[in-house]
């Protein structure tokens, strides 16, 4: 290889490199965290389109680039659709999967998830968690994190200990998302639509102005408000 060939390959791989780091800055920074099923293999296929068209002289540089764009721009559309559709965002990336609840494993959810006792155990043990009777509620995450709450009794002491009424630890419940009620969620918690109608209204609060809501079972309820809302977060 002379002189001109290893010039065209730094100059080919410097132009891709700063394509790459451009579309990286555009896709947002989600995509440096835990990545869905979908996201990985656009990124391992960018990556060996980027690899092979800067070795590869032969190759067009344009076109190469024009394929990176078009697996750039699929990812990209569906992280605009996932924030305006709850639905699309759930069959794309999935939703979180129950694995124990009060202490018992959901047998049925972890074949469903390809998930056997033996990675569950050693998910808990990073998690220094060696008793399942110990744990309240485990769900497996969209991103394949593995969330776990203990039992209160389990958990480390916090000042409501000492000086407020010890309480059996609940899972708060996500029941306004995006600005779309999850009444399917709310009846599973046993309350009604006209419930959280009422005590949006009280305090002073309209549906649409609710970005994020959770509930618990024993009725603490929490918002979060769009950035919009000219009142003050709850």
Known sequence: MDN??????????????????????????????????????????????????????ELKLIEGLMSILLWFMVPFLFSLISLKSIRFRHFVEGKPTVFIDNGKLNEKAMKKEKYSIDELIEQLHKKSIFRIEDIEYASLDSNGDLSVL???????????????????????????????????????????????????????????EIFLAQLDKDGNLTFDLYDWSPKQRL
């Open 150 to 208: 203990l039992k209160k009794e389990k958990q480390p002491l916090t000042r409501e200990d000492f000086f407020g009424v010890e309480k059996k630890a609940t899972v708060p419940q996500t029941i306004i998302n995006d600005g779309v009620i999850m009444e399917s969620v709310l009846e599973t918690l046993g309350y009604s639509k006209e419930w959280l109608s009422e005590e949006i209204t009280k305090r002073g609060l309209k549906i649409k």
């Open 4 to 57: 001109p060939e290893y010039f065209q390959v730094g100059l080919r791989s410097i132009f891709i490199l700063l394509a790459l780091f451009t579309i990286t800055k555009l896709l947002g920074k989600k995509q440096l965290s835990k990545l869905s099923f979908f996201e990985y293999i656009t990124g391992i296929t960018i990556g060996s389109i980027a690899g092979t068209l800067s070795m590869d002289l």
